[in-house]
T-cell receptor
Framework: DVKVTQSSRYLVKRTGEKVFLECVQDMDHENMFWYRQDPGLGLRLIYFSYDVKMKEKGDIPEGYSVSREKKERFSLILESASTNQTSMYLC??????WGYGYTFGSGTRLTVV | SQQGEEDPQALSIQEGENATMNCSYKTSINNLQWYRQNSGRGLVHLILIRSNEREKHSGRLRVTLDTSKKSSSLLITASRAADTASYFCATDFQGAQKLVFGQGTRLTINP
């Protein structure tokens, strides 16, 4: 089975810190995604990538950036963490652009204080 | 919004009963997918139904798709306590490279 691993389950950071959330998949999937999940708002797409060094903005990219230097790794960066970025962050991957299901990581619950 | 909408938002039934959740969407799709999320965890892919399919089964799961009504339903038969979770539909819109998720149905199975 494809495995998507997120580096941390829980993370507490201070306002203004630069935060890195790491995601690694082990099955050569082309596409990788970062979502955040908030009560009442569902899953919202932050960024996605369909190839190494390629990135596309999702619905809520402000305050975030991403990096995909290797096919298996997709990092989400909070340039200067703010309290409104406290959320559950979910990474996912899929084999191709469409027609395939996503495999999700277990999520990182980030709290910014 | 292109977002799919699930109905109901919450559903509570007795163990052994069937659970039905619905999803509606607004624009043409390539496929529609259903996911399960246990509390505080990531989502798990359950089933994918393509736009040219009308019904699909996987174990105790049955998914239907009506593209004329832009709606889908997920039926879980003979529910178990372990089915307690949130269920999300996700739509793969034509021309998009990403899934758009609904806000989910919270299903509770009472023993």
């Amino acid at each position: 089975d494809v495995k998507v691993t997120q580096s941390s389950r829980y993370l507490v950071k201070r306002t203004g810190e630069k935060v890195f959330l790491e995601c690694v998949q082990d099955m050569d999937h082309e596409n990788m995604f970062w979502y955040r999940q908030d009560p009442g708002l569902g899953l919202r797409l932050i960024y996605f990538s369909y190839d190494v060094k390629m990135k596309e903005k999702g619905d809520i990219p402000e305050g975030y950036s991403v990096s995909r230097e290797k096919k298996e790794r997709f990092s989400l960066i909070l340039e200067s963490a703010s309290t409104n970025q406290t959320s559950m962050y979910l990474c996912a991957s899929s084999l191709r652009s469409w027609g395939y299901g996503y495999t999700f990581g277990s999520g990182t619950r980030l709290t910014v204080v | 919004s292109q977002q799919g909408e699930e109905d109901p938002q919450a559903l509570s039934i007795q163990e052994g009963e069937n659970a039905t959740m619905n999803c509606s969407y607004k624009t043409s799709i390539n496929n529609l997918q259903w996911y399960r999320q246990n509390s505080g965890r990531g989502l798990v892919h359950l089933i994918l139904i393509r736009s040219n399919e009308r019904e699909k089964h996987s174990g105790r799961l049955r998914v239907t798709l009506d593209t004329s009504k832009k709606s889908s339903s997920l039926l879980i038969t003979a529910s178990r306590a372990a089915d307690t979770a949130s269920y999300f539909c996700a739509t793969d819109f034509q021309g998009a490279q990403k899934l758009v998720f609904g806000q989910g149905t919270r299903l509770t199975i009472n023993p």
